[in-house]
């Protein structure tokens, strides 16, 4: 079945750094990837859609300029969260969907970064 | 805005028994609706993805149904286990590209 790794699965770093993590689709080409937060017994909320060869679009109220999106290719997108501070400690997690697949195929998720700022 | 509400929040229930989760949206104009598990610290597992124009779908134990009309969807799990304690959440697809809403969420625990 379809895999999307996400790496790393847990940071931990200090005020003021910045991370870079990973969604990798394994298996099958994702023209689209998406980037969500969720908070500690909270649902997930969507922060990006990230689209190969083009700049990504953000959802209301994220910073484009601390949330930094690049889909350089069909199977990698990356988040970078700049300058990180305790309250952007978080779970984040990438979906991935199959390219040309429309809405007929599942979206698959990565496992996930627990990303603490201390 | 589409809105996506789970109920109940939680449910605790003995092994065996077959039970029932809710999921309604605001907006029913959507391309399809999905089910997933979420085991603590852990990512996502697509259990059932339903399309708009299907009233169903079924995988082993488990059935979703739709009814777009009314905004609802159902998952039913028979014959529970231990082991399919997790959260379970409910997206709906509102856009051909793939963008999903979410509800929050309901926490399963089956307890032997």
């Known amino acids: 079945g379809a895999v999307v790794s996400q790496h790393p699965s847990w940071v931990i770093c200090k005020s003021g750094t910045s991370v870079k993590i990973e969604c990798r689709s394994l298996?099958?080409?994702?023209?689209?990837m998406f980037w969500y937060r969720q908070f500690p017994k909270q649902s997930l909320m969507l922060m990006a859609t990230s689209n190969e060869g083009s700049k990504a679009t953000y959802e209301q109220g994220v910073e484009k300029d601390k949330f930094l999106i690049n889909h350089a290719s069909l199977t990698l997108s990356t988040l970078t969260v700049t300058s990180a501070h305790p309250e952007d400690s978080s779970f984040y997690i990438c979906s991935a969907k199959h390219t040309g697949q429309g809405t007929r195929q599942p979206q698959h998720f990565g496992d996930g970064t627990r990303l603490s700022i201390l | 805005k589409q809105e996506v509400t789970q109920i109940p929040a939680a449910l605790s229930v003995p092994e065996g028994e077959n039970l029932v989760l809710n999921c309604s949206f605001t907006d029913s104009a959507i391309y399809n609706l999905q089910w997933f598990r979420q085991d603590p610290g852990k990512g996502l597992t697509s259990l059932l993805l339903?399309?708009?124009?299907?009233r169903e779908q079924t995988s082993g134990r488990l059935n979703a149904s739709l009814d777009k009309s009314s905004g609802r969807s159902t998952l039913y799990i028979a014959a529970s286990q231990p082991g399919d304690s997790a959260t379970y959440l409910c997206?709906?697809?509102?856009?051909?590209?793939?963008?999903?809403?979410f509800g929050q969420g309901t926490i399963l625990t089956v307890h032997p």
């Open positions: 298996d099958f080409q994702a023209t689209t």
């Open positions: 997206a709906v697809g509102g856009t051909s590209y793939g963008k999903l809403t």
């Open positions: 339903i399309q708009s124009s299907q």
